[in-house]
Nanobody
Framework: VQLVESGGGSVQAGGSLRLSCAFSGYTYSGNCMAWFRQAPGKEREGVAFIYTGDGTSYYADSVKGRFAIRHDNAKNTMSLQMNNLELEDTAMYYC???????????????????WGKGTQVTVS
């Protein structure tokens, strides 16, 4: 299983970026997938979660209303549209997937088996 993030970069505060995660070797049907981020000196935190069974999504309070998570079963991709970016959004962003079936109601980091290597987002 391989997850590969792309789309990171540098942007001014108030700007937008769209991250993508391409996954291969991963067969899913009703799984939870997510975007996490980790800033220097801080713990990795969940930003957005999506249940592929019905598209139900969850967001951290800090990004609610600004970020949108989507997945495309046909293309084996997941995306994170980030608008109105703030300085505090600066971090390495990782996509993650749970190999087991189930909703995203439980958003513990330890449930995610597969991880990408990350893409850097810098807001200035």
């Amino acid at each position: 299983v391989q997850l590969v993030e792309s789309g990171g970069g540098s942007v001014q505060a108030g700007g937008s970026l769209r991250l993508s995660c391409a996954f291969s070797g991963y067969t899913y049907s009703g799984n939870c997938m997510a975007w996490f981020r980790q800033a220097p000196g801080k713990e990795r935190e969940g930003v957005a979660f999506i249940y592929t069974g019905d598209g139900t999504s969850y967001y951290a309070d800090s990004v609610k209303g600004r970020f949108a998570i989507r997945h495309d079963n046909a293309k084996n991709t997941m995306s994170l549209q980030m608008n109105n970016l703030e300085l505090e959004d600066t971090a390495m962003y990782y996509c993650a997937a749970d190999s087991g079936a189930g909703s995203c109601a439980v958003q513990l980091i330890r449930r995610f088996d597969y991880w990408g290597k990350g893409t850097q987002v810098t807001v200035s």
